[in-house]
């Protein structure tokens, strides 16, 4: 079974520029989620994802980022300006369905992303 | 006050050494318990989850839930420098449409030192 896959793994940015993220879940997996990592934190739920619908998007900062999930698949997230406190690692993962105790999250490697 | 809260270390122990690692959380009606590690400039990886108090074996890794207390454990017998890594105390609640919304802990870096 192919594993999260996302891209790019790096990206350095200037301040107000833009950045996107390309994320592609495991074959199947209704639910997808972004979160953010902060070095020397743990991941912060950015948005989540039921299909194509979203879930929860309650800690996304709407006023510089967005994300979609086309045709319930693949997602991209946004981030139009950015800022310093952005520089973070954004992690995409998925899960089987959201229900039910045995739907663990399968997370990817994660794009690294610095605001200089 | 946040909802789950982990001791960020770092931590360094021998190896062979027996580790502890612990959360506590504030919400109880959290109902499913995981612990993940990470290594570094890689995603978490799923390594236990339980949804009971009491413990649950696998290998050199136990999980202990305790939730009269709100505190969750897991202990790895034997450490290995192969450990080392950042673990991530994870816990799931439901929102009102039957959704999970899982909150990870702030985690805690071990190393073991051969």
């Known amino acids: 079974e192919a594993g999260v896959a996302q891209s790019p793994r790096y990206k350095i940015i200037e301040k107000r520029q833009s950045v996107a993220f390309w994320c592609n879940p495991i074959?199947?997996?209704?639910?997808l989620y972004w979160y953010q990592q902060i070095l020397g934190q743990g991941p912060k739920l950015l948005i989540q994802?039921?299909?194509?619908?979203?879930?929860?998007d309650s800690q996304l900062p709407k006023d510089r980022f967005s994300a979609e999930r086309l045709k319930g698949v693949d997602s991209t997230l946004k981030i139009q300006p950015a800022k310093l406190e952005d520089s973070a690692v954004y992690l995409c993962?998925?899960?089987?369905?959201?229900?039910?105790?045995?739907?663990?999250?399968?997370f990817g490697n994660g794009t690294r992303l610095t605001v200089t | 006050q946040k909802e789950v809260e982990q001791d960020p270390g770092p931590l360094s122990v021998p190896e062979g050494a027996i580790v502890s690692l612990n959360c506590t959380y504030s919400n109880s009606a959290f109902q499913y318990f995981m612990w993940y590690r990470q290594y570094s400039r890689k995603g978490p990886e799923l390594l236990m989850y339980?949804?009971?108090?009491g413990n649950k074996e696998d290998g050199r890794f136990t999980a202990q839930v305790d939730k009269s207390s709100k505190y969750i454990s897991l202990f790895i017998r034997d450490s290995q420098p192969s450990d080392s890594a950042t673990y991530l105390c994870a816990i799931r609640q439901w929102y009102s449409g039957g959704y999970q919304k899982v909150t990870f802990g702030t985690g805690t870096k071990l190393q073991v030192i051969p």
């Open positions: 993962a998925s899960s089987l369905t959201d229900r039910g105790a045995d739907s663990p999250l399968h």
């Open positions: 339980t949804y009971s108090s």
């Open positions: 994802f039921q299909n194509n619908g979203v879930v929860d």
């Open positions: 074959s199947g997996h209704a639910t």
